[in-house]
């Protein structure tokens, strides 16, 4: 171990130290050179880059500021463009107008000297007339005092015998156009209404109410009227009809007003039959089930009417209304086939017309729709199905069509007219009402002989399948006053003592006639 106190060694260790100071420093300085060395690279290339930079933000300021300036150039030189043509339209219009100034002052020269013209034919024609003035009242005064007649009776006078001759012809004028009027009239109808009957081919199917339930056997009543009644009675709460059960073998009669009533309880009765489960429970589940079957094939048949006719956005109340004029009859007439044959000859007949042929359909299927419920309200088909129409906001023509299609109103419209037409085309085709020949001839001859039983009556018609009866009254019997008083005791005598569906009209008529034969 070398020793601290020799100076050899003091110096070594001296010397040791000093060389580790230099090395460090010559480290330290090597170092700091390369960092300077690398802090000028990395500025420089700053500087550099943010040269670039400030280069490429030039460059792009530059050429945006010449795109701007090319939209500029190019909106300016547009709007230069329609301020030159909006220019050019400016200086044509000025020409324009100088020309037509032009001309308008060439034509009022023309007009003043026209006018300087007329002014002097005036002068002259003012002279003219006074002149022929002067000769007229000269020649009037000299006819005066050859007629010994003033001006004024003269002119009356010729004045009424122009009145006579011009009364005369234009009276012959007018009774030649209404008669020629009436006969093509007549014949264009006639070719229209056999038009539509030819062009009309329905099948016709008359559905009767049935009153009358079969029964497998007697013992059937027994079991329908159960004990005590109470099976009958249940069913007479349920359905609202009268069974009645006589003697009358294996048979039991329905009485009801309402026709759709009646259906149910025929329905009813006859599943129960085929079930034959009788019994209260069973009637009232059985009655329930048939009304809503039933409802629905109302719904489906007024729908399919609908549907045939190509009619749209019908209420649902009328839907079912029509489908209960399946089970309405008139005379033996089905009211539903009834309402469509009306429906498809109105149609046709307003095809031939040019008018509305949907409205006309539309109309001819709802005239009868109050034969739905007038056994149900007070009041006649008529005035019941209009307000039902009118209520659900049927066309103001098909409600006209429908209280005027018996004359209980006048028709404000020709399809009113058409739908009483083929009302009564339907009504009178043969076969399509089963009353007897016979019973129809005998109302009709009642209906007549009640008419000629007053005074002063000359003749009676009854018409249109007996709703209307028309009496012809004597003229020198019978006054103005006193028709109005015949047709009201009339009216009266037949709601007293005659029978019938719906209504009757009366009319009477007073004509007098006055006739010359020209020789």
Do not use: W
Not at 11 to 26: D, K, Q, S
Not at 104 to 116: F, I
Request: charged fraction near 35%; charge should be negative; hydrophobic fraction near 40%.
């Amino acid at each position: 171990m070398p020793r601290l106190d020799d100076p050899l060694t003091i110096l070594t260790y001296v010397l040791a130290v000093a060389i580790g100071f230099l090395l460090y420093f010559a480290l330290t300085k090597i170092k700091v050179s390369k960092a300077n060395v690398d802090a000028t690279k990395i500025v420089e290339e700053a500087t550099a880059k943010a040269d670039n930079i400030v280069k490429e933000a030039i460059l792009d300021a530059k050429t945006q500021a010449y795109e701007y300036k090319l939209d500029a150039e190019k909106d300016i030189k547009e709007q230069r463009l329609e301020v030159t043509k909006f220019e050019n339209k400016l200086l044509q219009r000025e020409q324009n107008i100088d020309r037509r100034d032009i001309a308008l002052q060439g034509k009022e020269d023309v007009l003043d000297d026209k006018a300087r013209q007329l002014e002097k034919k005036s002068e002259e024609l003012g002279k003219l007339e006074a002149q022929l003035k002067e000769q007229i009242d000269a020649k009037i005064v000299e006819l005066e005092k050859i007629a010994a007649m003033s001006a004024n009776e003269a002119k009356e006078e010729l004045f009424k015998l122009v009145e006579q001759k011009m009364s005369k012809e234009v009276t012959a004028f007018i009774k030649e156009q209404e008669d020629e009027a009436k006969s093509k009239a007549s014949l264009y109808a006639k070719d229209i209404i056999a038009a539509a009957i030819n062009r009309y081919s329905q099948e016709e199917t008359i559905e009767r109410t049935v009153n009358v339930v079969a029964l497998p056997s007697e013992e059937m009543k027994g079991r329908i009227i159960g004990r005590e009644g109470r099976n009958i009675k249940a069913i007479e709460n349920a359905t609202g009809v009268e069974l009645i059960i006589d003697d009358t073998p294996e048979a039991i009669t329905i009485s009801c007003f309402d026709p759709v009533r009646r259906e149910i309880a025929r329905l009813s009765l006859e599943t129960l039959i085929r079930d034959g489960r009788i019994q209260p429970g069973r009637i009232e589940e059985v009655v329930q089930k048939t009304k809503n079957e039933l409802n629905e094939v109302i719904q489906k048949t007024g729908e399919d009417a609908i549907f045939e006719l190509g009619l749209s956005r019908v209420n649902k109340e009328i839907v079912m209304m029509l489908g209960k004029l399946k089970y309405r009859t008139s005379y033996g007439q089905n009211g539903l086939q009834h309402s469509l044959e009306v429906a498809h000859l109105a149609g046709i007949m307003a095809a031939e017309l040019g008018l509305n042929q949907q409205l006309a359909r539309r109309a001819g299927l709802l005239h009868d729709l109050g034969k739905a419920v007038d056994h149900e309200m007070e009041g006649s088909h008529v005035e019941l199905g209009a307000k039902f129409a009118k209520k659900h906001g049927e066309h103001a023509t098909v409600v006209n069509a429908i209280e005027s299609h018996h004359g209980d109103v006048p028709a404000t419209s020709v399809i009113s007219i058409l739908v009483a037409a083929a009302d009564t085309l339907s009504a009178a085709r043969p076969g399509s009402r089963s009353e007897t020949i016979e019973n129809y001839i005998q109302r009709l001859e009642k209906l007549e002989e009640m008419a000629k039983s007053f005074d002063g009556v000359d003749r009676v018609f009854a018409i249109q399948a007996g709703r209307e009866v028309r009496i012809v009254v004597k003229p020198d019997k019978v006054d103005d006053l006193m028709s109005h008083k015949i047709a009201r005791d009339i009216k009266t005598k037949i709601e007293e003592e005659l029978t019938y569906p719906g209504h009757i009209k009366v009319t009477v008529i007073r004509e007098v006639r006055a006739s010359e034969v020209a020789k």
